[in-house]
């Protein structure tokens, strides 16, 4: 083996590192539990109280006209009327 390849070696042994040092630097630094906690932090997002009150009334109108758009009644098999056997849905296809 040449004296540069194994200098090349080296300096590529060096660059990676330096790029794990910076990043540990980066982690232990100030605020490190915080920046550790948002990157291993899954789940739901945060949804501050007036957003979430908006997306409910959004979705409480949403279903109201989903509710008068079209409900039909729908008999299963051989019932007589008011026996209880009439089913409503939502959808009309």
Known sequence: MDIFDVLSEIQDERQRLDK?????EYFAGPHADCRVLAVETRGRKYMPLQERMRASQRMKEYWARKR???VETV????AQAGSGAE???DRTE
Do not use: C, F, R, S
């Open 20 to 24: 794990v040092i910076t990043m540990l």
């Open 68 to 70: 008068t758009e079209g």
């Open 75 to 78: 008999v299963y098999g051989p």
């Open 87 to 89: 089913a409503k849905h």
